[in-house]
């Protein structure tokens, strides 16, 4: 049996839950795509504000639900897709926002499941799930060879 890399840990806070996501921002380089999977109100938004903090985003980021994207400037562009809105919908997605996934734009995608063949062959899956009315247990499931490394750098700077 083979083990695929990932990493699962449990965040104690919506502090904490910011701080990784601000680890993680942090250690991205450009072109990454990081899918946000959770229920409603799992900490998905808390870890792409701090994603967005750990680019170099200034202004404040807030879900964009009703808008499907938002686009920060940051150390690096950020763009954060939300797909709530899109259940049942037979919108093709991957056609309208193909141009976003750029190579130095750092996709956040909440609710990707909504939106099938939006996601490229290769990002970071992040599952929040509930623990407590607190704490999540937050998984990291890298797809391909390039996540594998985004994985371990993140590993470097979170668990030193």
């Not at 202004?59 to 938002?70: I, R």
């Not at 562009?77 to 750029?102: K, T, V």
């Not at 909440?110 to 998984?139: I, N």
Request: aromatic fraction near 12%.
């Amino acid at each position: 049996m083979v083990v695929k890399p990932h990493l699962d840990f449990i965040s104690h806070s919506p502090e904490q839950t910011h701080i990784t996501g601000e680890l993680l921002g942090g250690v991205c380089q450009g072109g990454e795509v990081i899918w946000l999977e959770g229920p409603l109100g799992a900490g998905k938004t808390v870890l792409a504000q701090g994603i967005a903090r750990g680019l170099g985003v200034e202004e404040a980021v807030t879900s964009p639900t009703f808008m499907l994207l938002k686009e920060y400037s940051g150390r690096l562009p950020f763009n954060h897709f939300d797909f709530y809105r899109l259940e049942g919908s037979e919108r093709n997605i991957s056609l309208e926002f193909a141009e976003y996934q750029d190579s130095r734009a750092v996709c956040v995608v909440e609710w990707a499941e909504y939106a099938p063949g939006f996601l490229p062959d290769q990002y970071l899956h992040l599952q929040l799930r509930y623990v407590s009315a607190t704490k999540r247990a937050v998984v990291l499931l890298p797809v391909g060879t390039r996540y594998e490394t985004l994985l371990r750098q993140f590993q470097a700077v979170a668990f030193r």
